[in-house]
């Protein structure tokens, strides 16, 4: 049946979608009482934006709703009684469907957040956050099943009624990006202030741009969050900027401290097995205690110190065979000063040639 | 009419409502999941660990069959024990576990390639990177300059070089918190392992003698 011009095309699509529809009502049916509800001259607003004779729109309400109300008996007196004086609701499914065919599911998730930031409006904006919070996980969803067949004509309706409602909501912070296509809706509607969503609705490829961009500037927000001194900036260039400039220090930094470790590693005798197993005992006992004092670090190494150690390094779930290669590492990082101080010519002669092996 | 098509809606219909019911539980489940706590101490722990491991792996005076050698071969054990800590779920980490492979995969093509060509290859796209940066410099270039960025910071982030934006802004998230994880547990562990020596080197005499 003929409703609009621009969704001529789809009206081919609709009976299955009516379905699909009725099956998507059905788990809306609080925000549709609430809906009902809502004031209503949004709702004669409603149906002249649609530029559908009210007859349609109750048709368009009866056909999805009577499917409905079979299923489901509870539902069918509030429905059929309320819809009928009231125009707005069959505006609202028919947006739905409307919707569905501009679906677009990447970006939902930050449309729910930024949806329920600006709720500033008419009480619509109440229902649209009480729709949304049924279907606040639907987004996530949306995301990642594009390419089923079965879910995607259900998910698409709550993603459209999203989008609407958020462009509902979103029109008195978004009057900027409205103008643009304010003069678009100027030519279809007589209503301005809210139906600049309206007119995006009608266009697929600024509904798609929205969403693409709400998801941007939402992953955005979060990475202003992470990098210090970005909140600040205004501005994609500059944050992007302060970003591009923070990985690249956090680089720089990781380089520098690799090349601290590569200069204190071959110190470390990493052959612990052998060592450990022969004169490990030895080497704890009777050499350590006149070196470990000046060292911070050696200070964990005997048995009797190893809570200290652990604080230092904080290693608390390790289990024991990790330790015992962490303290045989430790006890091998004096090599240079204890050979000074060694005793046992016997231990610095293993320890040199001992240095590069690896064992583990 | 209406009946014939109610009661194959109303049986999908649960169904449907089902599998959204599993769907949304699973998905808010795999939404809590997801990301990691790259600033929790236990993180920074089980890399510390990990990454005492993979130093003691790491061969400095004989590196025979890789190329890096020294520093760099640390760094690049430490950016893959990250990557390792990173479980995989990320583009970045995955890029870094698989660089490797891919890098031996390169040698062995360009050993079968003749030396000339590879050599000529090699200089080229280097300079041609070269040539790329200054040109980008000039505006007249490549005017959209939130592109440009873009495309620098893809490269900074590794794995992320062709993906659009709202993967590398994503990607750059997550890198930048391990990144800063790594940068903590590193230095750490500089700290112990060369305070103690430093410390030694000036510190006051035994006191058990």
Known sequence: MERIDGTGARSVQKTPEEEATALESIQFTDEIHRLISAPSDNASSFTALLEMPPTQAVELLHSPESANLISN?????????????????????????RAA????????????????????????????????????????????SQPLVSDPTVETKSAKRKEREK??????????TAANESSDDAEK????????????????????????REKINARMKLLQELVPGCSKISGTALVLDEIINHVQSLQRQVEFLSMRLAAVNPRIDFSFDSILTAEGASLMDSNFPSIVTPLMWPEAQVSGNRQPYQQQWHFDTLQQQV????????????????????DSSANSATLHPNQLKMEL | ????????????????????????????????????????EAQQQIY?????????????????PSAPRGGRAVREAADRVLAVAAKGRTRWSRAILTSRIKLKFRKRKRARASPAVTAALVTGSNRAKKSRVSILRLKSKSLPAVQRK??????????????????????ATDYIAALEMQVRAMSALAELLSGGSAGSSSSAPPPSS
């Open chain 1, 73 to 97: 008996d509870t539902f069918k007196p509030p429905h059929m009684e309320d819809f009928k004086g009231r125009l707005h609701f069959p505006t609202n499914i028919a947006l739905v469907e």
């Open chain 1, 101 to 144: 065919r501009f679906s677009v599911f990447a970006g939902e998730g930050s449309n729910n957040t930024n949806i329920e930031k600006n709720s500033v409006e008419t009480a619509l904006n109440d229902s649209s956050a009480n729709l949304k919070k049924a279907v606040k996980s639907e987004p996530a969803e949306t995301e990642s």
């Open chain 1, 167 to 176: 462009k509902a909501k979103g029109s008195a912070k978004k009057s900027k």
């Open chain 1, 189 to 212: 509607l007589p209503y301005v202030h809210v139906r600049a969503r309206r007119g995006q609705a009608t266009d697929s490829h600024s509904l798609a741009e929205r969403a693409r």
């Open chain 1, 323 to 342: 330790w015992g290669r962490e303290e045989v590492c430790h006890n091998y990082i004096t090599p240079e000063n204890s050979l000074l101080s060694y």
């Open chain 2, 1 to 40: 009419m209406a009946s014939v098509i109610s009661n194959p809606v109303g049986n999908m219909n649960s169904d449907r409502i089902k599998r959204k019911k599993k769907r949304k539980s699973l998905i808010k489940e795999s939404q809590q999941n997801q990301s990691q706590n790259w600033k929790s």
């Open chain 2, 48 to 64: 510390s660990s990990k990454l005492i491991q993979a130093l003691s792996q790491v061969s400095l005076n004989s590196p025979s």
């Open chain 2, 150 to 171: 873009v495309k620098v910071l893809g490269g900074l982030v590794p794995g992320c070089r062709k993906q659009p934006l709202p993967v590398i802004l994503e990607e």
